[in-house]
């Protein structure tokens, strides 16, 4: 529903007409009214039976009152401290706001029945502005700054060169040359300069910023984490050697795992981390072997851009090891015509160089089952670029992947082989530049296979939010990039930077305890590796329905919100319309009679009483047309059993039968979610 702002009350009722003054105890005998019965018996009694009409001068004095509080509301106005009322009512209430007695200050109540008065010092009360202006004076501090006290509204003083004086009006903090600041002065002139946006990461990242952490002085941090020296026993199997490519492409690595550490979070045998290192070719090439069984894997290094400079690229050749030669490599990165694709016959130029601006690039490259992905992403910025390459290429099968450059233009150069299909890139940082279903194995006993799908831009050092999308009856972890009606949603959400994850969780597991399990084992792997908000986003659709709240319900999973796509959740109609055979196989029972029994717990709608609803988010999209799962009889009733226990459910009247591409609203999707 839809609530705008009323009108305002420019005038309280009666302001110049025939009111009295509403007494605190209503007078029988006289018949005027009052605050503790307001118009008492007498004035409801028939005049021939004794009775004594009510006044309108009451009638004006009660409106007049209420209208004058709200006008003085509505005008922005917040009541003061006023102790007689506190006695009366027992104390202020915890959350409570006053006015302090200069007319600006705000206290905030935090004790209940509190009847101390915040003017003169008293308990129990905060004041608003002075919290506010802590965090600023510390944040200021941060960056090297010492905000005095006062303002340019109320004046203040300037003593050394470091001291910034806080405009109120903008809340930015100036500094500006020694001396007294009269009120009322307008720090836009008079020698002033604007401190607000000097904040201490800039400091860190730029020229330096190595000193203000005792480290060496004028240099950056970067500079210095770059130019870390690892032993050799630091580094993991495949990277480069102090003494090996890395010299002769003049960078030095940081390994961003161990390969111990990688083998273990890849969870199967048939992850290979990184090939052996066995040498490298000329000056301008460092190679390593994939092996014999790879068949996929994914590359990716930091790549310089400058307008002019040749070949910076990274890829692979399906030849043999030793091969020296930049034509025999399939390669991306950039030329002199800007981002290009090298096939070994001729250089795609996927960006023009006149698009491209100078810098350092995140730049990646997959191969899979015979496809290639590539991407480029600009350091320090979340503005990511993907392509497919259209073309047929050979596997990665006894051969080498690396990376070349005319000189010191690629750094950071990592990869990962597989012979599983399953090249899995976060492992090592990389991919994050790559929105596309990334699958890994979980750990669970089920092994039970999971789509990740990161949005453009994606940073590890960044709490992104997590959607889990729960697939319909015999869907896949692949529904959302097979079908356009899911894809739709996917996109969605990783435009608006959601990591998207959805488990291939049991195919027609209706909610049944093993889908519950495989469910959350999912997103306890990918919350152990990826860095994601605890309370996930569901996005259930049909069956999903039932595995999602169940997962809720039943596994414990506190969501942030759910949005439905013409869910299942009454378990008992699904069996008796349609899927008595799916629910008995996933129940492990036969025969109606036994239903109650097997299915005890696990009917989201039928098995809970309205409070384990209570605070429960839903927006859901469901047509009447729906004859697989009835709106009538699964979402209207889930809506009246969920906000009957506190809950809230919105529902959108979508159209056409089960699966019209009408229930499948993106954007819808996103901004229900912005909120919650």
């Not at 052996?276 to 894997?297: I, K, P, V, Y």
């Not at 990869?415 to 890994?440: E, H, K, M, Q, Y």
């Not at 990591?499 to 792997?525: D, F, H, K, P, R």
């Not at 439905?564 to 109606?592: C, K, M, R, T």
Request: charged share 15%; hydrophobic share 35%.
């Amino acid at each position: 529903m839809s609530v705008s702002e009323p009108g305002k009350i420019i005038t309280p009722w009666a302001e110049s007409g025939l009111k009295s003054p509403i007494l605190p105890a209503a007078n029988p005998a006289t018949g005027r009214a009052g605050f503790d019965q307001g118009f008492s018996a007498i004035n409801m009694t028939a005049k021939e039976a004794g009775g004594i009409p009510p006044f309108g001068q009451d009638f004006n004095g009660i409106f007049f009152q209420i209208t004058e509080i709200l006008r003085y509301m509505q005008a922005g106005g917040r009541p003061t401290f006023d102790a007689a009322l506190a006695t009366a009512i027992g104390g202020y209430p915890k959350g409570a706001l006053v006015l302090g007695s200069d007319g600006v200050s705000v206290y905030t109540n935090i004790v209940d029945s509190n009847i101390s008065n915040p003017n003169s010092g008293g308990s129990g009360w905060a004041r608003s502005d002075l919290m506010l202006r802590e965090a600023l004076r510390r944040s200021y501090a941060e960056a090297g700054y010492n905000l005095v006290d006062g303002s340019f509204e109320a004046g203040g003083t300037l003593v050394n060169a470091n001291d910034v004086l806080l405009q109120g009006r903008t809340g930015k903090g100036f500094s500006g040359p020694a001396g007294a600041v009269q009120a009322g002065t307008n720090p836009a002139s008079g020698g002033f300069v604007d401190r607000s946006g000097e904040l201490l990461r800039n400091q860190l990242t730029g020229a330096g910023g190595a000193e203000i952490v005792g480290t060496a002085s004028g240099e950056s941090i970067q500079s210095n984490i770059d130019n870390i020296s690892l032993s050799s026993k630091d580094k993991p199997k495949g990277f480069a050697k102090e003494d090996g490519g890395s010299t002769a492409l003049g960078v030095n690595y940081i390994p961003t795992m161990k390969k111990e550490d990688a083998s273990s979070v890849s969870g199967t045998a048939g992850f290979n981390p990184a090939g052996e290192f066995t040498g490298d070719g000329s000056q301008n090439l460092a190679a390593w072997s994939l092996g014999n069984e790879a068949n996929s894997f994914t590359c990716q290094g930091r790549i310089y851009f400058s307008a002019g400079v040749d070949n910076a690229l990274i890829g692979y050749n399906s030849e043999s090891f030793g091969i020296t030669d930049l034509n025999t490599f399939y390669s991306v990165g950039f030329s002199s015509v800007g981002f290009v694709f090298n096939d070994k016959v001729e250089l795609e130029a996927l960006i023009p160089a006149s698009l491209i601006v100078e810098g350092w690039y995140e730049v990646s490259m997959v191969y899979n089952s015979g496809l290639i992905f590539c991407s480029l992403c600009q350091a320090g910025t979340t503005k990511a670029k993907t392509f497919t390459i259209n073309k047929t290429l050979p596997a990665p099968k006894n051969a080498q992947i690396g990376a070349f450059s005319a000189g010191d233009y690629v750094k950071d150069f990592r990869f990962s082989s597989s012979d599983s299909g399953n090249p899995w890139t976060p492992a090592f940082g990389g991919g994050r530049c790559i929105p596309l279903p990334i699958t890994v194995p979980a750990t669970n006993q089920s092994g039970v296979l999971i789509s990740v799908h990161l949005p453009a831009g994606y940073d590890p050092r960044i709490t992104h939010r997590l959607a889990v999308y729960c697939h319909g009856s015999g869907g896949t972890n692949t529904d959302l990039w097979d079908y356009p009606n899911e894809n739709s949603i996917l996109t969605s959400l990783l435009a608006a930077g959601y990591v998207v994850m959805t488990a291939n969780y049991e195919a027609t597991g209706w909610g049944n305890q093993l889908s519950i399990s495989q469910n959350i084992a999912a997103m306890q792997y990918i919350k152990d590796r990826y860095n994601v908000f605890n309370k996930p986003y569901l996005v259930v659709q049909s069956m999903g329905g039932m595995v999602g709240l169940n997962t809720v319900l039943v596994g414990g999973i506190t969501p942030s919100a759910i949005v439905g796509i013409y869910p299942a959740s009454n378990l008992l109609w699904q069996y008796q319309n349609g899927f008595e055979v799916a629910i008995e196989g996933a129940y492990g029972f036969s025969g109606a009679a036994n239903f109650e029994t097997a299915t005890a717990g696990y009917d989201a709608l039928n098995d809970n009483a309205p409070r384990s609803f209570a605070g429960l988010k839903m927006k859901i999209w469901h047509s009447y047309q729906d004859t697989v799962v009835s709106r009538a009889d699964n979402t209207d009733l889930l809506k009246t059993k969920v906000e009957s226990g506190g809950g809230l459910v919105d529902v959108v009247t979508s159209s056409g039968e089960h699966g019209d591409q009408s229930s499948f609203d993106g954007s819808g999707i996103v901004e229900f979610f912005i909120d919650k």
